[in-house]
């Protein structure tokens, strides 16, 4: 992916109609594939809040005060599914009081292609992936700080040629968020649905061009992490 050859993506998406969301819910989602080759910003200072990562992924264990707040907000058997996973790496804003204050996860197969939410991840990229700061803690640079973090570990700790983030069309924060640190739009994932159900995962990438589907409905490749 070369800048100059990247096509922008739009900051502001018209809202649906009544009709559009219906269709977008049972049949056809669009989704933005961003990606990031290399860092381009620093991480803001967080005068409050420390950031760390955990999990198999990182080889650090969470303390247990950042757990508890952790499994109220994601579901304990979720949690630790996921922390117990060497492909998954959970970066988080501890409080001062030791709470969560927001989070990011990140997937990182060593090898072999891993699958979430209906994209594949393959071996020596990154995938960023359920982002989110509690509304009390908004407006303090969190979830900028939680991104760099993360594809900071991935890109120059881990040495990944690529990091990507797969944004809802809608998601407007996300996407100026994601292209003020220099993502750029890669692609565009549409989910192919019967009645709400996901079939078929279609990626239709713009440099270089070219198209994947995958059937997604009773398979693997449908579940996510």
């Not at 990031?36 to 247990?64: F, Q, V």
């Not at 003020?180 to 709400?196: A, E, I, P, R, T």
Request: charged letters at 20%; a positive charge; proline letters at 7%.
């Amino acid at each position: 992916m070369t800048p100059h050859r990247a096509l922008p993506y739009p900051t502001a998406v018209p809202e649906r109609s009544l009709l559009g969301a219906w269709c977008e819910r049972n049949f056809l989602k669009r989704r933005l594939v961003l990606a990031l080759d290399a860092p381009t910003r620093s991480a803001p200072s967080l005068d409050l809040y420390e950031l760390s990562g955990y999990g198999a992924g990182s080889g650090r264990e969470m303390p247990a005060t950042l757990r508890r707040s952790l499994a109220q907000a994601i579901g304990e058997e979720r949690l630790a599914r996921r922390l117990a996973d060497p492909d998954l790496t959970l970066f988080v804003a501890a409080a001062p009081d030791g709470a969560a204050a927001g989070f990011v996860w990140g997937l990182a197969p060593e090898r072999g292609t891993a699958w979430h939410d209906n994209v594949p991840v393959r071996a020596g990229t990154a995938l960023l992936f359920h982002g989110y700061v509690l509304p009390e803690h908004r407006r303090h640079g969190l979830f900028t700080a939680l991104i760099v973090a993360v594809q900071d570990y991935f890109v120059v700790g881990l040495g990944r040629a690529r990091v990507f983030g797969v944004v809802e069309s809608g998601n407007i924060p996300s996407l100026r968020t994601l292209r003020s640190l220099g993502y750029q739009h890669l692609g565009d994932n549409f989910l192919l649905k019967v009645l709400g159900v996901n079939v078929v995962s279609v990626l239709r990438w713009r440099d270089p061009p070219g198209t994947e589907a995958h059937l997604v409905f009773m398979s693997p490749r449908g579940h996510s992490c």
